[in-house]
């Protein structure tokens, strides 16, 4: 067996590292978990302060547009700054790939055994 991860990068706009990843932290995250989203990691890039990452695990392919639109139609999400996030991102993108169940524990993280 295998789960989808979905890897998503965002170019932020110069300036709004710090405020941005608290409002991630803070906001969109706990409400992604409240949707029954998995997030792995999420975080600054090490490499640049201006790129953050978010990594999410779902069972299949079709879990994902199903949880997405659970999140994005969520009245807490509108209720809180989302278009403050949006307006901070300069660009972003995405990708998916499996990866065997092995690989990560029940919870999502990875399995570091």
Do not use: W
């Given at each position: 067996?295998?789960?989808?991860?979905?890897?998503?990068f965002?170019?932020?706009?110069?300036g709004?590292?710090?405020?941005?990843?608290?409002?991630?932290?803070?906001?969109?995250?706990p409400?992604m978990?409240?949707?029954?989203?998995?997030?792995?990691?999420?975080?600054?890039?090490?490499?640049?302060?201006?790129?953050?990452?978010?990594?999410?695990?779902?069972?299949?392919?079709?879990?994902?547009?199903?949880?997405?639109?659970?999140?994005?139609?969520?009245?807490?999400?509108?209720?809180?700054?989302?278009?403050?996030?949006?307006?901070?991102?300069?660009?972003?993108?995405?990708?998916?790939?499996?990866?065997?169940?092995?690989?990560?524990?029940?919870?999502?993280?990875?399995?570091?055994?």
């Amino acid at each position: 067996m295998e789960r989808l991860i979905e890897l998503r990068f965002h170019k932020l706009k110069s300036g709004s590292g710090a405020t941005f990843h608290s409002l991630v932290s803070e906001t969109s995250v706990p409400l992604m978990q409240a949707a029954g989203m998995v997030v792995v990691a999420y975080g600054q890039s090490l490499h640049d302060p201006y790129h953050d990452y978010l990594m999410r695990t779902f069972d299949n392919l079709e879990q994902l547009p199903a949880s997405q639109e659970v999140f994005c139609s969520s009245s807490a999400l509108r209720m809180e700054p989302r278009e403050q996030i949006v307006a901070l991102i300069e660009s972003d993108s995405n990708t998916t790939l499996s990866l065997p169940n092995a690989a990560l524990s029940r919870d999502g993280e990875f399995r570091r055994d």
